[in-house]
């Protein structure tokens, strides 16, 4: 399917993070994240841990100021957003996070915490209550009999499909994961994805979805980003991606997924080297010190994001110099 601009329902532009560390040190936590999410369609973002994806989400919910860029949802820059324009926008965009129980008021019972935002936003009346809850309790194919139970009673899977629902109970236009099931074990997070992908079909939802687990975002985005240390490296169609991606940290995490499946006897090539920290990234490309193409001008200037193809754009030299 083609799509046009006017699909896309969310488009990040040069956002940027840096925060002030204790010491009065700059951390740039997002250089520049360019990333268009369409609508009806799941965008995935992956990386290492503390490459920077949560900080990016966190600015996209406004739950964390933005530095510089601008996040455009329907023509208006929700990162200018005042107090309360935020707050009217939570009906649109809602989240999901990784640590249900933590979200939860423990001393509330699971059809109050499945109401509230309904009761916040004036969308709901007392009487209906029972009512609503049941639904949304059914929508993510949990039984009724939780209704009165509190957070303790219920398993991880089960509280992350009350997340699920808590979220989805407003009708908002687009759902974020934040690593929404990586502390759950296997089999339930398959579940999980399973009911994701039930309503996302159903509500013509627009996802983005963020985990450092490659495997999990492939199989459940269209589209990814592969970020390394606050930048976007590659932009890719997730089905294709081993087929056609480019930068050599996404090929690197490929090789190291998909080695350790096979007996293949190609040569592997695993990741040498650490990260390096936030408060080092080296001078030109992020990714130099590990990169075993690097060249002269790779420790000297960034390279920029830039469209190979319809739909995929990569940040490396190697690329743009053909
Ligand atoms: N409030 C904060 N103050 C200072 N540094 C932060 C803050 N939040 C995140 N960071 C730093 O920003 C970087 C990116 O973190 P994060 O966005 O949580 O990464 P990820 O979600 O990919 O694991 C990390 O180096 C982290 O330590
Ligand atoms: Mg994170």
């Known amino acids: 399917m083609e799509f046009n601009d006017r699909d896309i329902i969310l488009q990040a532009k040069d956002v940027t993070k840096i925060f002030?560390?204790?010491?009065?040190?700059s951390l740039t936590a997002c250089d520049k994240i360019n990333i268009d999410l369409k609508r009806g369609r799941c965008f995935g973002i992956v990386g290492e841990s503390g490459c920077g994806k949560s900080t990016f989400v966190r600015m996209v919910m406004n739950l964390e100021n933005i530095t510089s860029g601008s996040i455009i949802y329907k023509g208006q820059d929700i990162s200018k957003f005042n107090k309360n324009e935020v707050w009217l926008n939570r009906k649109n965009i809602q989240m999901i996070f990784q640590d249900a129980m933590s979200a939860f008021n423990p001393k509330m019972k699971i059809i109050d915490i499945l109401t509230e935002p309904l009761f916040n936003f004036g969308l709901l009346e007392k009487k209906f209550k029972y009512e609503k809850a049941k639904?949304?309790?059914?929508?993510?194919?949990?039984s009724e009999e939780y209704l009165?139970?509190?957070?303790h009673n219920l398993s991880g899977?089960?509280?992350q499909r009350i997340g699920i629902a808590r979220a989805i109970s407003l009708e908002p236009e687009i759902l974020i994961c934040d690593e929404a099931t990586s502390a759950l074990d296997v089999s339930v997070q398959s579940s999980i994805i399973k009911l994701l992908r039930k309503l996302q079909r159903e509500r013509n939802l627009s996802i983005l979805f963020?985990?450092?687990d490659l495997m999990l975002v492939k199989s459940f985005s269209q589209e990814l980003a592969v970020m390394y240390l606050g930048?976007?490296?590659?932009v890719i169609d997730s089905e294709k991606m081993q087929e056609i991606a480019l930068h050599p940290y996404t090929k690197a995490l490929l090789n190291a997924v998909f080695t350790l499946n096979t007996f293949s006897e190609n040569k592997v090539k695993l990741l040498s080297g650490?990260?390096?920290s936030h408060l080092d990234v080296p001078q030109g490309c992020p990714f130099v010190n590990r990169c075993e193409y690097a060249m002269e001008i790779c420790k000297k200037e960034k390279p920029l994001l830039k469209e190979v193809a319809p739909d995929h754009k990569v940040a490396c030299h190697l690329i743009s110099r053909k």
Do not use: F, R
């Open 231 to 234: 930048n976007v490296v590659e």
């Open 274 to 276: 650490e990260v390096p």
């Open 148 to 151: 009165e139970s509190y957070p």
């Open 210 to 212: 963020i985990c450092h």
């Open 135 to 142: 639904e949304l309790l059914n929508m993510v194919e949990l």
């Open 20 to 25: 002030k560390t204790q010491n009065n040190k």
């Open 157 to 159: 899977g089960q509280l």
